[in-house]
């Protein structure tokens, strides 16, 4: 694992790659994801305005939560990320005023998240841009590729899911 950032960075700018053994096709895979991670981000920042991609996607995935009035360990737990990240990021959109952060009527210690009307106007207000940008991402990509690409992304899910899971026992 250890030469991972250097071998992705020789395949990258290789046009004809060779043949590679699974070790080395696992190492490329993972150090592709962390890459294109970063590089989505600075390409959807840039598409955004007033939100960075990770402020938009939790206020997106706080909007697709069953409860309407999550805590922030519950959002944290959705996101698979830590209560530190989320009650980070939602400090900032409550400075925004996209989202109301207010104590727990059931529990004292507990903050609960409601998204505003500033969320939903800015929700719609980009859905054509948004969807001409995934458009344009995945322009190239073939309905086959993407159901293995979406197949394969559901087994990692499943794997740190299972991680995760197991560290909380």
Same mark, same amino acid.
């Given at each position: 694992m250890q030469y991972i950032a250097y071998y992705l960075g020789n395949m990258l700018h290789k046009k004809d790659h060779k043949i590679m053994d699974r070790t080395t096709i696992e190492e490329y895979i993972f150090g592709s994801i962390l890459l294109l991670s970063n590089k989505m981000q600075i390409w959807g920042d840039k598409i955004l305005s007033d939100l960075t991609l990770?402020?938009?996607?939790?206020?997106?995935?706080?909007?697709?939560?069953? @409860?309407? @009035?999550?805590?922030?360990?519950?959002?944290?737990?959705?996101?698979?990320?830590?209560r530190q990240n989320v009650k980070k990021m939602l400090e900032q959109l409550h400075k925004k005023k996209y989202i109301k952060i207010q104590g727990s009527k059931t529990d004292s210690r507990a903050l609960n998240v409601s998204l505003l009307k500033k969320t939903f106007d800015y929700f719609k207000e980009n859905e054509k841009r948004g969807t001409e940008a995934a458009n344009q991402m995945f322009y190239e990509i073939t309905d086959e590729e993407m159901n293995v690409t979406k197949k394969t992304m559901d087994k990692l899910h499943a794997f740190f899911g299972n991680q995760i899971l197991e560290e909380h026992k």
């Open positions: 990770k402020q938009w996607f939790l206020l997106v995935l706080i909007s697709k939560m069953e @409860n309407k @009035n999550p805590t922030i360990k519950e959002i944290a737990e959705f996101a698979g990320t830590t």
